[in-house]
């Protein structure tokens, strides 16, 4: 008989990557748009101005805190244990930002066009639940591969002690350098030991 799983580590880090980047990418889509125009008059015979002012430009926090989550969103991939729950309450508190900015819209702007703002609103909220998956269960979410880590050889090469832990000099080693000379000189460096 088979257990039944009541979550999926890796499918609650899928949807929690989803959403925030969709969330993300929708509201830094929305304020990239018009979201007023407003009508300068001039004299005769010119004609009116017609200006339009972006979300970005109307509410200039909100791009900012779509690229948070578009970042976060990346670093939640990246990080591990207590460092993503760090993200996923950045992620949190950027949706509950571009909630706030698209509100703000369309309550201080004349003229406002109603429809980008109003999809700051659910992008934000979006954002929010990512993140707030996130913050509650990152911790069981797994790690990306070991790959991906550091070696354990690189501690030695910070390491000021004997020579043999020192860090190692740069370009490659002389016996190359040596070669590539001899190309450059026009001998076949393969030839020497006949």
């Known amino acids: 008989m088979s257990q039944v799983v009541l979550h999926n580590p890796r499918r609650e880090r899928v949807v929690s990557l989803v959403v925030c980047v ?108 990512g993140g707030v998956l996130a913050v509650r269960r990152a911790q069981s979410w797994p790690a990306m591969g070991a790959r991906y880590d550091r070696p354990a050889s690189f501690a030695s090469f910070t390491a000021i002690g004997p020579e043999e832990d020192r860090v190692p000099p740069i370009g490659p080693p002389p016996s190359d350098v040596a070669m590539w000379d001899a190309l450059d000189r026009g001998e076949d460096p393969t030839g020497r030991g006949e």
């Open 22 to 129: 969709l969330g993300s990418a929708a509201a830094l889509f929305a304020a990239t748009r018009t979201w007023a125009v407003t009508v300068q008059r001039q004299a005769d015979p010119l004609p009116d101005l017609h200006i339009s002012h972006a979300g970005t430009s109307a509410v200039p926090l909100l791009s900012a805190l779509a690229l948070v989550g578009l970042a976060g969103s990346a670093a939640l991939l990246a990080t591990r244990g207590l460092f993503r729950v760090v993200v996923g309450g950045l992620v949190t508190g950027a949706g509950v930002g571009v909630v706030v900015c698209g509100s703000y819209g369309l309550a201080t702007l004349d003229g406002v066009q109603v429809a980008w703002p109003v999809v700051c609103m659910p992008a934000g909220l979006l954002m929010v639940a």
